[in-house]
């Protein structure tokens, strides 16, 4: 019976040492005594089985909590006004009977999308040197909550990465050119996934080689060494066949001649940050109380005539300074909407968030042309060329406006009210 008792009492002893050891002590223990230790044991197993039956409550409730939340981020991801919205796009290689196929073909790879700055200066650079009427220019962007696709204005194609590693063929075959654009995309450490440019971008321009297409790697680097044994051979491959392949750094093409590729095949550039166009920029503020859109488009066609007659030196900013339910922002798109800008540089700046961004966005601008009274102010007050055009018919702006420019000794005040057609572009042409 004893012995019976202190197998039952040690079975609940999960370590198999320390129950040889519970058997050894207990030995010579009455039977009565080892029956209350598994009474006692049993009420303490009885203890954790309700404690683990409250933990698993618990577990239970915090995924219910967690599945919500996921179920509302999925809700907010297709809503257009939620943070998380992730603007729609067709995969690339998916569908191309939008482009027109008499033009030559290209596309551009890197890490676009992501808000990151310098990639996005990279891309604004290329789009740049590659825009051409016989072009016709496809990106794929890396799917990003609340990213701005309309700076592109229609002039590109937006794809998100391809879904299949079937598509990479067609992609190959429907595309003239590749262009790997900017950033540390020499990479050997193997994430095989499709949105991923150092895997896509080697088995593109693999394929796109092959069949006599045009590649091109430009102002990229390279980790700070290469040693996968299966990536430096179709590395090697593509730089030797290449129409184009640069880096943006000497440290970079050391390591890739020392991999016994060719020296010459390997041009040193600078970053495509860089060689970026130095514009003069005019900032432009706008008030439309009462909706006349008609004079405000007439104003920034003026700015565009200035533009013109001043090619490739100046770019415009239209600057939001009222952000109130995005009134600025709106009134902007809607004017823009409606305007030719011949290949005149523009963009609307992000709404400011603090003072202290706005007064940065303001030194950073060249000229002026205001309609709002602290921009002007603001502007006048950094020195900066700046035209006014007084909101006369609204009771407030005449006095205002007209005392800063006597204070700044400035003379460039334009009425709205009785504003004559030509008079901003004279004005411009004075500053």
Not at 384 to 400: A, L
Request: glycine residues 2%.
């Amino acid at each position: 019976m004893h012995k019976i008792a202190l197998q039952i009492v040690s079975a609940f002893i999960p370590n198999k040492e320390k129950r040889k050891a519970f058997r050894k002590k207990h030995k010579a223990v009455d039977t009565n005594k080892l029956l209350n230790i598994l009474l006692e044991t049993k009420d303490n197993l009885a203890y954790l089985k309700t404690d683990l039956s409250n933990s698993l409550s618990n577990i239970t409730l915090d995924l219910n909590k967690l599945q919500n939340e996921i179920n509302l981020l999925k809700e907010d991801k297709l809503n257009p006004n939620s943070i998380y919205y992730i603007h729609p796009q067709p995969s690339l290689g998916s569908n191309f009977s939008s482009h027109k196929r008499e033009k030559k073909q290209i596309l551009i790879l890197g890490y676009y999308g992501d808000y990151n700055c310098g990639d996005e200066i990279m891309l604004k650079r290329i789009i740049e040197q590659t825009y051409k009427q016989e072009n016709e220019i496809s990106v794929m962007f890396v799917p990003s909550a609340r990213y701005n696709f309309d700076q592109f204005e229609n002039n590109i194609h937006i794809y998100y990465p391809p879904q299949t590693f079937s598509d990479l063929d067609k992609i190959a075959s429907f595309y003239d050119e590749l262009i790997i654009g900017g950033g540390a995309h020499v990479d050997d450490n193997t994430i095989e996934n499709l949105s991923h440019i150092p895997f896509i971008g080697i088995l593109l321009s693999k394929k796109m080689l092959s069949q006599q297409k045009n590649v091109r790697w430009i102002g990229v680097s390279t980790n700070n060494e290469l040693k996968n044994k299966e990536y430096i051979p179709d590395l090697k491959y593509i730089i030797e066949n290449c129409s184009e392949f640069s880096v943006r750094d000497t440290y970079s093409r050391t390591i890739l001649t020392n991999l016994n590729i060719t020296p010459n095949k390997i041009a040193l550039t600078k970053d495509l940050a860089l060689t970026i166009s130095e514009r003069k920029t005019i900032a432009v503020t706008l008030i439309n109380y009462l909706d006349n859109n008609k004079k405000l488009i007439q104003f920034i066609n003026e700015i565009i005539q200035f533009c013109e007659s001043n090619p490739n030196q100046y770019q415009i900013c239209f600057l939001p300074f009222f952000n109130s339910n995005h009134h600025d922002e709106k009134m902007f798109k809607e004017i823009i909407s409606h305007i030719d800008f011949k290949g005149v540089n523009y963009f609307i700046a992000p709404e400011y968030y603090s003072p202290e961004a706005m007064l940065i966005l303001i030194q950073g601008c060249d000229l002026f042309v205001n309609m709002r009274y602290h921009a002007s102010l603001l502007s006048m007050n950094y020195n900066k060329p700046t035209i006014s055009i007084c909101y006369d018919i609204h009771p407030h702006y005449w006095n205002k406006i007209h005392y800063i420019h006597e204070q700044f000794n400035n003379k460039n005040i334009i009425s709205y009210k009785n504003y004559q057609n030509g008079e901003l572009f004279n004005h411009l042409k004075k500053l």
